[in-house]
């Protein structure tokens, strides 16, 4: 062989190499330097390593890519191949995942909640892949407290208060309808500004999430019993996981198991930081009478009954039943 061809033909594997590498470009909304943003980066890298450079992710962080629902708009259209969405979107896509997300139905008890999870997951990633995304892992955001700018002694004192709804959300939406109360429908970028300029007075969120996105900053009170569980989910296009090989997929959800136990690690300890970050700033803690907690699941119940058969399945709905059930006996 000449030299020449020699040369020519490592140049065409070269070429043909880089050719076959895939990128796959993920919006996410967690900020730079964030225990999670920094355990994705090393995920990331990790699945450029172990796959010789075949896949790399791209992470475009702190909704540099727009909200969620913008995320999930790019991935339809081929722009983004992927991206970390949480209760509302997921529920676009998948509306099983919301049963998760049922108020009152945890106690504030997020082991619980995680337990529900990993015995639902099978039938939610099903879900998924049946509507064109592969769940490379779900994480637990956390228990969702309500905080406001006004004292709420008691589920009572929340009417008339003007408190923020995601945009477009079913689950919420059913929540304030069913407590009569009144919402105000906002994307959630909107959310800080909102509360600054008095267009909403109260919001809802896991800990860790109210801090990140600076909403303690605009609260005076925070209710200490949680209203739900919150979970998300880092979902995949199957038109791109397709191009990659057996081989490769099989390394990626491997890692991505890995990274995901440690995501959820690290938020059960910046949730407990953030709560305790968040008292010690003059937020105040509020417990609404035990009568108010008991009343929230003849709310629950109601919920279910508008949203079974609606938003989630009357199949996912038994499976989680079923699950409480078999825990609790």
């Not at 030299?3 to 900020?31: D, Q, S």
């Not at 109210?210 to 995949?236: C, E, H, K």
Request: glycine letters at 10%; a neutral charge; one cysteine or more.
């Amino acid at each position: 062989m000449t030299k020449k061809l020699f040369y020519f033909l490592c140049c065409f594997f070269m070429l043909n190499t880089h050719a076959m590498a895939l990128e796959l470009k993920i919006g996410v909304l967690a900020p730079e330097g964030t225990n999670w943003a920094n355990n994705m980066r090393e995920m990331a890298n990790k699945i450029k390593q172990e796959t010789n450079g075949a896949v790399t992710l791209r992470i475009y962080f702190g909704g540099a890519q727009g909200d969620e629902p913008d995320v999930l708009r790019k991935i339809r259209i081929g722009q983004l191949q992927g991206g970390v969405f949480t209760g509302k979107t997921l529920g676009d896509i998948n509306g099983d995942v919301r049963v998760l997300e049922i108020p009152f139905t945890f106690e504030g008890d997020r082991a619980k909640g995680w337990n529900a999870v990993e015995a639902l997951s099978g039938q939610l990633n099903q879900g998924f892949t049946e509507r064109g995304f592969v769940n490379l892992g779900f994480f637990e955001l956390g228990m969702v407290y309500f905080v406001s700018q006004k004292e709420n002694p008691n589920l009572r004192s929340l009417q008339g208060l003007k408190i923020w709804q995601w945009e477009g959300d079913q689950l919420v939406s059913t929540m304030i309808d069913t407590m009569g109360l009144v919402s105000v429908p906002l994307p959630l970028p909107d959310v800080l500004s909102s509360l600054s300029t008095g267009i909403i007075e109260a919001a809802y969120g896991p800990p860790l999430g109210i801090l990140s996105l600076q909403w303690n900053t605009r609260v005076n009170y925070l209710v200490d019993f949680p209203i739900a569980y919150s979970v998300g989910a880092m979902l995949v296009d199957q038109r791109s996981w397709r191009r990659i090989s057996e081989e490769n997929r099989e390394k990626i959800l491997n890692i991505s198991n890995e990274y995901m136990a440690k995501i959820n690690k690290a938020n059960i300890q910046d949730n407990q930081d953030a709560l305790t970050a968040m008292k010690s700033s003059g937020v105040k803690f509020l417990s609404f009478p035990e009568g108010d907690i008991e009343h929230g699941h003849t709310y629950r119940q109601k919920m279910i009954e508008k949203l079974r058969g609606k938003l989630f399945s009357k199949e996912i709905y038994q499976a989680l039943n079923s699950h409480l059930e078999a825990k609790s006996e």
